[in-house]
Each structure stands twice: as structure tokens, then as C-alpha cells.
T-cell receptor
Framework: GNSVTQMEGPVTLSEEAFLTINCTYT??????LFWYVQYPGEGLQLLLK?????DKGSNKGFEATYRKETTSFHLEKGSVQVSDSAVYFC??????????????FGTGTKLQVIP | EAQVTQNPRYLITVTGKKLTVTCSQN?????MSWYRQDPGLGLRQIYY???????DKGDVPEGYKVSRKEKRNFPLILESPSPNQTSLYFC?????????????FGPGTRLTVL
């Protein structure tokens, strides 16, 4: 079946540092890839997505490129802020054996940015 | 405002006492799901619904029931809760459930079963 592997957290960075959160996946076919963010006490929100190989998703200074050759979708940001402190989930959307769309989430990576 | 609402947000109950967590969306979405979130396990899908009266099991359906009598509502039912169902629960909805569609999540329900 499909699976998503994220780097374990927590990740602690100083403000303005460079962020990378690794995400790799296994899937049949051509899944869509997503990053969701969960701020404390809230539900998940879509951060960015990419629907085909070599697509780059971007939002709020975050970027991720769909790399089919390395089955990866790493999240990057050039300069993090305290307000970026949250849990980040990598996810893929594919098709299960019954022909239904199914979203598979990684375990989440907690980011803490300190002033 | 487009949103997914869940109630209650917090619930403490005892083993065996039936409970229902409600979920409602105002976006006319067809596809809805329930997830549970546990430390180190990420989000796991409990049940999903492709449309009214169409529901199916996700990855961890044991101990849960759902119904979809109206498009906007998708309640999660625990007939006889047990402590291993203590978790954070999220409802989500999607326009069609296609592979590129974004899921919209509710704020979560933190359930504790004693």
C-alpha cells in the first residue's frame, strides 16, 4: 500500500534559520502530494500541494518540489519565523484497490522556532 | 464562511457509555472523512463517505460507526467506547474526493475514555 515517511521531530530552529523537513513516499501510480500544517489547538490546513512530477508547490514562503526519481517532497523555507511553529504533515493522495481516492499521512514533524 | 464544525471539542467519558461526535460542513462537499490522530502515528482514517448514504471503512474502523443521511452531516458514533479510543479526532470534507482535491479539516475533538 501507499506510505509516507517524514523525518522525526521535534525540529528546533532559531528565527531566520533555513528549514528543511524531509518527506519520502511509496505509492503506485501517480499520486498528488501535499503538505498540511497544524497550529496548536487547531485542525490541519493545506499549506501547499503538487499534482505531478517536477511541480513545485509554494505558499507563505514555503516550497516543496515533487521529485518522482527520488520519491520525495521535501518542505523548505529560507527564513523561518516564530509564527511558523507548528506540526507539519506530509501526505499523498492516491487510489486504493477499490478504486477510491485515499489520503495517506505521514506521522508529522513538530517545528519549534525560537526568537 | 466556509468551514467544518465539530462538537464537542472536548469530551471525557467512561468506558461503555455511548457517544456521538457531530461533524457538519457548509461547502456542499460530497466526500467526508473521520480521522484519529495519535502521537507517533500521524492521522489514520476511520471511515469515509463518498456521498449521502455511501460510507466505507478506512484503516482503523473497529469500534466506530458512521452515518450519512444528509450531505452536510457525518456523525461519528462510539457505541461502547474503550480507553484505547482516547485520541484526537478530526472530521474532513472534500469537494469530490479526487486525487488533487484539498481536504478541509474541522478543529478537532479531544476524547478521553476513562
Amino acid at each position: 500500500g501507499n506510505s509516507v515517511t517524514q523525518m522525526e521531530g521535534p525540529v528546533t530552529l532559531s528565527e531566520e534559520a533555513f528549514l528543511t523537513i524531509n518527506c519520502t513516499y511509496t505509492a503506485t501510480g501517480y499520486p498528488s502530494l501535499f503538505w498540511y500544517v497544524q497550529y496548536p489547538g487547531e485542525g490541519l490546513q493545506l499549506l501547499l500541494k503538487a499534482t505531478k512530477a517536477d511541480d513545485k508547490g509554494s505558499n507563505k514562503g514555503f516550497e516543496a518540489t515533487y521529485r518522482k526519481e527520488t520519491t520525495s517532497f521535501h518542505l523548505e523555507k529560507g527564513s523561518v519565523q516564530v509564527s511558523d511553529s507548528a506540526v507539519y504533515f506530509c501526505a499523498l493522495s492516491g487510489w486504493d484497490s477499490g478504486g477510491y481516492q485515499k489520503v495517506t499521512f505521514g506521522t508529522g514533524t513538530k517545528l519549534q522556532v525560537i526568537p | 464562511e466556509a468551514q467544518v464544525t465539530q462538537n464537542p471539542r472536548y469530551l471525557i467519558t467512561v468506558t461503555g457509555k455511548k457517544l456521538t461526535v457531530t461533524c457538519s460542513q457548509n461547502m456542499n462537499h460530497e466526500y467526508m472523512s473521520w480521522y484519529r490522530q495519535d502521537p507517533g502515528l500521524g492521522l489514520r482514517q476511520i471511515y469515509y463517505s463518498m456521498n449521502v448514504e455511501v460510507t466505507d471503512k478506512g484503516d482503523v474502523p473497529e469500534g466506530y460507526k458512521v452515518s450519512r443521511k444528509e450531505k452536510r452531516n457525518f456523525p461519528l458514533i462510539l457505541e461502547s467506547p474503550s480507553p484505547n479510543q482516547t485520541s484526537l479526532y478530526f472530521c474532513a470534507s472534500t469537494y469530490r474526493g479526487g486525487s488533487t482535491d484539498t481536504q478541509y479539516f474541522g478543529p478537532g475533538t479531544r476524547l478521553t475514555v476513562l
